[in-house]
């Protein structure tokens, strides 16, 4: 059997890969409700396409999926967090407050899956997103979870995370990077 690259499985099912221009610009928002039914459609092909990953790839700390990432230009991104507890679908979102307070985790992203980057992140945001009615809802998500949605709407502004990397820090390989199956860890947590 041969062995296939990690970024080479995301791509076989369906992951847009680091270089694609898709991946560098802001994604389209929604108009809510009148886009109701182009918003649920792209949130069923987001849970498909998390579906297959899974299928392939454990994912200890949760996982993400932003709709450039599956080649649609929108601002739609779907959160599973760690354990048993319900997806978070994000329509138009946006961060509207952030900690001060912040800590450095490895993240690794399905669009270069091949490395894990050490990124600082605020240990608490605060973030308004559409629901399909078009009504506004705030949430705060905090520690790993606050990590999660921030790393989805950075995909949705057309970042990728290297770009939140200190200077002189550099992704590492997956074989070197040794948390792989395990969730973050947080002091006091």
Same mark, same amino acid.
């Given at each position: 059997?041969?062995?296939?690259?990690?970024?080479?499985?995301?791509?076989?099912?369906?992951?847009?890969?680091?270089?694609?221009?898709?991946?560098?610009?802001?994604?389209?928002?929604?108009?809510?409700?009148?886009?109701?039914?182009?918003?649920?459609?792209?949130?069923?092909?987001?849970?498909?396409?998390?579906?297959?990953?899974?299928?392939?790839?454990?994912?200890?700390?949760?996982?993400?999926?932003? $709709?450039?990432? %599956?080649? %649609?230009?929108?601002?739609?991104?779907?959160?599973?967090?760690?354990?048993?507890?319900? $997806? %978070?679908?994000?329509?138009?979102?946006? %961060?509207?407050?952030?900690?001060?307070?912040?800590?450095?985790?490895?993240?690794?992203?399905?669009?270069?899956?091949?490395?894990?980057?050490?990124?600082?992140?605020?240990?608490?945001?605060?973030?308004?997103?559409?629901?399909?009615?078009?009504?506004?809802?705030?949430?705060?998500?905090?520690?790993?979870?606050?990590?999660?949605?921030?790393?989805?709407?950075?995909?949705?502004?057309?970042?990728?995370?290297?770009?939140?990397?200190?200077?002189?820090?550099?992704?590492?390989?997956?074989?070197?990077?040794?948390?792989?199956?395990?969730?973050?860890?947080?002091?006091?947590?």
């Amino acid at each position: 059997m041969i062995d296939v690259r990690p970024s080479q499985q995301m791509r076989d099912l369906g992951v847009v890969q680091r270089g694609a221009g898709i991946l560098a610009e802001p994604a389209r928002a929604f108009d809510l409700p009148a886009e109701c039914d182009a918003a649920e459609h792209i949130v069923d092909e987001l849970f498909a396409a998390m579906e297959r990953i899974g299928q392939v790839h454990p994912f200890a700390k949760g996982m993400g999926l932003a $709709a450039p990432q %599956i080649g %649609i230009s929108r601002a739609a991104a779907v959160v599973q967090p760690p354990g048993d507890a319900p $997806a %978070i679908v994000l329509l138009n979102p946006r %961060i509207t407050a952030s900690s001060e307070e912040t800590d450095e985790q490895y993240e690794g992203c399905l669009s270069f899956f091949d490395v894990r980057g050490l990124v600082p992140r605020p240990l608490k945001i605060t973030v308004e997103a559409a629901a399909l009615t078009g009504e506004t809802v705030a949430t705060t998500y905090e520690r790993g979870l606050a990590r999660l949605i921030h790393h989805e709407i950075d995909h949705l502004d057309g970042l990728l995370y290297t770009a939140y990397m200190r200077t002189g820090v550099d992704p590492i390989p997956v074989e070197e990077y040794r948390q792989t199956g395990r969730a973050w860890v947080y002091e006091g947590a």
